[in-house]
């Protein structure tokens, strides 16, 4: 966290205007990356027979209708983070069971696709672009940290903590749904992951696992674009 105001800081002092463009960058891949998300939970849930989301005013690209607070400052400070969660109705799906596991992967599936082009990307600019050009360059970072968020947007949801995606893909794959949580556990659960994120427990493994999510596809598309 001190690493990244640091560097920003040292870069407003050395390039201002690099700086800004960054930083102008940096947001609008956190907000593409947060909006998208829950865009795929809204829009897989109306094919699956549930308007609510859409009724609710959240299939669009509007970061006011999508954007949780806190969980847009863990994802600027610490890399991982989260939106306001699109509001369903599972008595409307086609078929519960199968609808209520699609609509909890849509958004790490819609991260995953957005890490996979923009690193396929950033990799055929590296090997194809001109790296004198100074808008090649810029096109380039925002590719990588296209690539780095969404790939700990979709690392992080994985975990099988309430209100996080994981939870709902545990509990319906390998429970079978039987884990039934009321209001006060399911609050409680929200606390402890809020505690994990702010102790900094979870960023050791959530880093390790994103890095080699990172490295091992860039190499991948590296020798394939070779």
């Known amino acids: 966290m001190l690493t990244r105001f640091q560097s920003i800081v040292q870069m407003l002092r050395t390039d201002p205007i690099g700086a800004v463009i960054y930083l102008v960058l940096f947001s609008a891949a956190i907000l593409l990356s947060l909006i998208l998300h829950e865009c795929g939970h809204g829009y897989i849930a ?13 299939l669009t690209m509007d970061p006011r209708k999508h954007l949780d607070p806190m969980g847009t400052v863990f994802m600027v400070l610490l890399g991982f983070g989260w939106a306001k969660p699109v509001p369903v ?3 409307n799906y086609k078929n519960p069971k199968r609808d209520d596991i699609l609509v909890s992967i849509a ?12 690193m396929l990307f950033y990799v ?8 004198s050009s100074q808008f090649i ?6 590719l990588l940290l296209m690539s780095s968020i969404n790939v700990s947007l979709a690392v992080f949801n994985l975990l099988p903590i309430p209100p996080l995606d994981g939870y709902h893909v545990f509990n319906d794959i390998i429970l079978k749904g039987r884990l039934q949580l009321d209001y006060q556990t399911f609050r409680i659960a929200q606390i402890v992951l809020l505690f994990l ?3 900094g427990a979870l960023s050791g493994v959530l880093s390790t ?6 490295n ?7 020798s394939v674009i070779h």
Do not use: H
């Open 46 to 58: 109306l094919k699956c027979g549930d308007p609510t989301a859409k009724y609710m005013g959240r």
């Open 89 to 91: 109705n599972p008595k």
């Open 107 to 118: 958004g790490i599936c819609v991260n995953l696709l957005l890490f996979f082009l923009s």
């Open 124 to 131: 055929i600019f590296i090997r194809k672009a001109s790296r």
């Open 137 to 142: 360059y810029w096109i380039r970072e925002f």
């Open 197 to 199: 994120c702010f102790s």
């Open 209 to 214: 696992a994103s890095n080699w999510l990172l």
């Open 216 to 222: 091992t596809v860039y190499r991948f598309f590296l």
